[in-house]
């Protein structure tokens, strides 16, 4: 080939090691426990953020404000956690 011979045609890449893959079933676990971890979290926190805020204690902007950054956070750690094992 002429390209390659250029370096115009970048090398193929050794194929993944077959225990470096993630399987269906933990992508959907990672995905519905991260799901229902975060939402959980991120209700009960906006739930008493806001119930504080309506009770009349500003203090309860709080918690209702970081609720669904904290939900989102306890997700990306899941996910990190699976990357971390996949890595072991």
Not at 28 to 48: D, K, Q, R
Not at 61 to 73: I, R, V
């Amino acid at each position: 080939m002429i390209f390659r011979a250029m370096g115009l045609v970048k090398p193929r890449a050794r194929p993944h090691p077959r225990d470096m893959s993630v399987s269906r079933e933990e992508i959907l676990v990672l995905g519905l426990t991260a799901g229902v971890v975060g939402s959980l979290v991120g209700g009960l926190t906006l739930y008493a953020g806001l119930a504080l805020v309506v009770a009349g204690s500003h203090a309860g902007w709080l918690l209702a404000l970081p609720a669904a950054p904290l939900g989102g956070g306890l997700g990306y750690l899941l996910a990190r956690k699976l990357a971390a094992r996949l890595k072991a």
